[in-house]
């Protein structure tokens, strides 16, 4: 039964200072958790790490190499590599003035003590020089300041800062735009849309605020537990971790701002409509943080180091995001109540049928035709989405160069190239390995046998090997440059030959073979996780639903609708994005954020059709909660895309493809998978749907 409007209300008896203490008192907790945590948000890429140290997988060979190296030299210490070209010959002005500018830097705070000389190329038009950038405090700033001394060049002479410190100089810049042109597009993009969905000045503010207060709170949570070492921080991590924020927060606020708005039509008082909306929000909302909490915590099992800190970076920011949207959003609308609207108020009619779909016409219309014919527009759905699922295959994941990974041209990129002309291009960032004393010899002469190797000579001091606890290590200088595929391909051409050496108990390391171990552990990690992935969610969707069919059917729509994300993906990044391939963590991240987030509309829809059909039946339960969903849905999947999105302002190749597939698969799954697919089989199955719960055996309902 209705309720009375809200000025007849106010003389129930209730006492109104409640009404407005209550909601007061958690503003003002949230106002402090925004003023104690907010200012981490900008200080999160103070305890971020871009070095390889970051990336580096836990258990590979390359990682036990690294850990060895550091008793045969200073592994403090990442090289900077000059590389100074002039076309007509290098002049001996020329490696002056590259002694010259560079001179007075060594020995300086985060330069090693020495630098070498500028050596010639053996054509006469390069040299180059090595600078060691320590790696304590920021060796992005450090090498800048190396580009600053270098700035200036004799006139007709090119000079470039390349090598692993350039490397992350240029990492470092690239996710420079983190803090703030990441914020700002994506909170421009969310409020635009909100206010074209609210069409209210006032509403799409209360719910951007919400995210702003969530994203501090997981801030200065990541950065507390960064500072404690209980988290490792990279670039791509804060990242994600702001827009998963800001989209999975929205997301919440447009469920609950959508209930709410239904109640206030047939509920006079807007606490109660509140506290209804409330209440039959909180279960979606919840079953859709824990199951993109479950999904991203996965990447616990994963044995690269950027993979397993994401997974509790992101699960955080989805704990702050559910925290702000049931509690500060819903103080706030207590205390505007239906001026929150303004100018579009939901007026009281108590004799509205919100489900029925006389306040969401468009929505009751595509239900209706959906249920008209849903056998064939099940069948017609999913022959498009296996039309795009079968170009799955020829997506290409195994790998890039770590040259590939910026969008755009950056100096350590140029500078490789350069090397590459006039040197082997490993020089500088040579590949380590670490063997028995004994076998050295055999060692070094299998390695210089293997194609791509320019030079292996045992690591000496004063003219003697250097020994560590029977151990030597050989430095190994490939043709290619360190960064390459092809430079990973010749490490899996030296481990071939070094392992099998008896008594040699050899080690493969160095720059190229942490790139090979991780692209390997990668490929490995996206084996593993996928599948402990639809496992975890479907556990979590038998739980919500009560239900086997209803949720295997729902992760077999989500898997078709990824599979079909690819398969587009992959016809795009070939053809007109021209993209050199993809990492294999990238499609590991979109199924994980696909998955987790693509679930959350069937969460949201399937969990009102199931409140539905106990009244209705399962037939016009699903038109009752395809029409009362519709709106909410459709626009929080366009909200998400949009914020996914917004990570392609980051010039990276991985965040770039990230951005596309994830933005791509959440508007396949909240526009078609949500709208066609989910309704038109689960109405064609019927009841049954709900095996094995009650519902499923209930036969009161002539529609099912």
Not at 40 to 51: D, E, H, I, P, R
Not at 346 to 356: I, L, N, Q, S, Y
Not at 544 to 550: D, E, H, K
């Amino acid at each position: 039964m209705a309720t009375k409007p809200d000025e007849v209300a106010r003389g129930t008896g209730r006492t109104t200072t409640l009404r407005w203490l209550i909601p007061a008192l958690v503003l003002l907790g949230w106002l402090v958790i925004g003023g104690v945590a907010g200012p981490f948000a900008g200080k999160l890429s103070s305890v971020s790490t871009n070095s390889n140290s970051a990336f580096l997988p836990a258990s590979a060979e390359s990682t036990r190499v690294n850990d060895l190296l550091s008793d045969f030299e200073d592994t403090d210490f990442l090289p900077a590599i000059v590389i100074a070209e002039r076309t007509s010959g290098i002049t001996p002005q020329d490696l002056a003035s590259l002694s010259q500018a560079t001179a007075p830097l060594a020995g300086t705070e985060g330069f090693g003590p020495q630098f070498s000389p500028p050596i010639r190329s053996d054509d006469g038009q390069a040299a180059q020089l090595i600078v060691p950038i320590s790696t304590d405090g920021e060796p992005a700033d450090t090498t800048e300041k190396l580009r600053d001394a270098l700035a200036n060049p004799p006139d007709g002479l090119t000079v470039k800062v390349t090598g692993p410190a350039g490397q992350v100089a240029d990492l470092g810049e690239a996710f420079g735009g983190i803090d703030g042109l990441l914020l700002l597009v994506a909170g421009t993009v969310v409020i635009a849309i909100l206010i074209v969905v609210y069409r209210s000045p006032i509403l799409p503010f209360v719910v951007v605020i919400s995210a702003v207060f969530a994203l501090s709170l997981a801030s200065g949570a990541v950065y507390f537990l960064t500072k404690q070492g209980a988290l490792e921080l990279n670039g791509q991590s804060q990242g994600i971790l702001f827009i998963l924020v800001f989209g999975a927060a929205t997301d919440y606020a447009l469920l609950l701002v959508s209930r709410f708005r239904e109640e206030l039509i047939t509920t006079g008082d807007t606490y109660d409509a509140l506290r209804i909306a409330w209440r039959s929000t909180i279960e979606p909302v919840a079953a859709s943080a824990g199951t993109v909490i479950a999904g991203v915590l996965c990447l616990l099992l994963s044995d690269l180091n950027s993979n397993r800190s994401l997974g509790p970076v992101a699960a955080l920011g989805i704990a702050a995001s559910f925290l702000a949207s049931m509690t500060f959003l819903p103080a706030a609308l207590a205390l505007l109540g239906r001026a929150a609207f303004w100018p579009m108020r939901p007026r009281f009619t108590p004799d509205a049928d919100v489900e029925g779909g006389s306040t969401h016409r468009f929505w009751r219309r595509i239900a209706d035709a959906v249920a008209a014919r849903p056998r064939t527009i099940w069948i017609g759905t999913l022959i498009i989405l296996l039309v795009g699922a079968a170009f799955a295959p020829t997506f290409r994941a195994d790998g890039v160069a770590s040259t590939d990974y910026f969008l755009g041209t950056v100096e350590s990129v140029q500078g490789a190239d350069i090397q590459a002309r006039h040197f082997d291009a490993g020089s500088g960032s040579p590949t380590w390995i670490i063997t028995d004393q004994q076998s050295a010899a055999a060692v070094t002469d299998a390695v210089r046998g293997v194609d791509g190797v320019a030079n292996a000579q045992v690591l000496q001091q004063g003219g003697t090997p250097v020994v560590r606890d029977g151990k030597v290590a050989v430095e190994v200088t490939l043709t290619d440059n360190a960064e390459s595929l092809a430079a990973q391909d010749t490490v899996e051409r030296i481990r071939d030959v070094v392992h099998p050496i008896p008594g040699a108990d050899a080690l493969v390391g160095g720059t190229s073979a942490v790139d090979l171990d991780t692209r390997t552990t990668a490929i490995h990690d996206r084996n593993l996780i996928i599948p402990v992935v639809l496992l975890v969610v479907l556990a979590i969707l038998i739980l919500l639903l009560r239900s086997v069919v209803a949720p295997v059917l729902l992760l077999a729509t989500t898997v078709v609708s990824f599979a079909a994300t690819i398969g587009v993906s992959s016809l795009l990044f070939d053809g007109p994005f021209g993209f050199p391939g993809a990492d294999p963590v990238v499609p590991l991240f979109a199924f994980v954020f696909l998955v987790a987030l693509g679930i959350d509309y069937n969460i949201f829809l399937m969990t009102r059709v199931r409140e539905e059909s106990r009244i209705h039946g399962t037939r016009d339960g699903m038109i009752r909660g395809l029409t009362a969903t519709g709106g909410v849905i459709t626009s929080a999947g366009v909200v998400l895309a949009a914020t996914f999105a917004a990570l392609a302002v980051i010039p990276l190749l991985f965040l770039a493809q990230v951005a596309f597939l994830v933005a791509f698969g959440v508007l396949v799954d909240a526009l078609v998978v949500r709208t066609l697919l989910v309704p038109a089989l689960t109405i064609d199955i019927g009841r049954r749907v709900w095996w094995p719960s009650t519902l499923s055996r209930d036969r009161s309902k002539s529609t099912d």
